[in-house]
């Protein structure tokens, strides 16, 4: 297969730019990060073992920073989060948070589609979202926004408010509203200080056709997340979408968010250990300081790429500083 290529030649590239580049610049470090989801949440909130447990787990994979969830269909109690939260800054770790804008029982309006994402034409969508972004605000410094932020709903509500627009540009306009009414309004009244993040799926050339206006959600938030999880190439489930393509996502969303982008974020969907490695490799070579695993499921359960990741982090920090010292 034309695009079976030697995974050796990303240690290869690392090791012929920092020969190029013998003289580095102070550059900041590369951060990994992981995102617990509201089930991971509320686990170790509710086991004395698991949650022990966490601090090994996340350490062996130098993450540092945890993005805490607290809903994706439903809520996770303050108390659980902060438990949790508690528990691991304790060990040195920086909390953030996290939202899956996901419907659930007595939470929004799902969509008239087939993927089952929120209807955002519905007033009770935006009213339930903001208030589950007034209440979880005051806890976190940081707010990240899982890429579910999205629609395909062709309800006779959605039909009658698009008119004549193209869906793309109805839902693009539909989701800003959403942004400004449902997240950023209601976090930053209830925490003025609060950083919202937006992260953007590695969809490329099909934002549009879901709502995600990239400029003007890149100008709204005050920071930018990029999925750069391209996952197996040779599978059919997502679409045999080859690795450069996390590279391309990234490098396009950063030049448009420019300094606001602060990271890449890929999982273990359909990745064996080399798949799961070379999406970390194209974050780095795209510019990411900060990884973001997802999710912490997965590093709980295992996962043959982790002993691969482990032995290519200093490969990647050190690949991270080059491309940070020399930009294209």
Known sequence: HIMQYNRSKYALLALSLLVACSAIAQTAPLRW????????????????????????????????????????????????VKKVSGALTQQGFEIAGGIATLPGENYGVREDAKLG??????????????????????LFSEIIVDDFFCTGDMSAESVAAKGELPWGDYRRALMVQAAQQSIIVPAKSANPTVTLIMKFPQWYDRFHEFGYDVPAESAMFDRIWVGTETRGPDTARYGFTQPYQGFANLRWISSIAGHKTAGAWFDHGDCDANDFVDQ??????????????????????????????KKEQGNLTRLSAVVQENPV
Request: proline share 4%; glycine share 4%; net charge negative.
């Open 280 to 309: 970390a490799y194209q974050s780095v070579l795209a510019g990411a300081r900060e990884i973001m695993i997802f999710a912490y499921s997965d590093i709980e359960a295992g996962h043959p790429g982790h002993e691969l990741l």
């Open 33 to 80: 990060c992981a995102y617990l989801t509201n089930g991971s949440v509320q686990k170790l909130a509710s086991d004395p073992a698991a949650l022990e447990k966490a601090p090994q787990l996340l350490k062996a994979l130098n993450i540092s920073k945890v993005y805490l969830e607290f809903f994706r269909q439903t809520s996770v109690s303050n108390d659980d």
């Open 117 to 138: 994402w929120f209807n955002w034409q519905a007033q009770k969508t935006r009213d339930d979202v903001a208030k589950v972004m007034s209440t979880a605000a005051p």
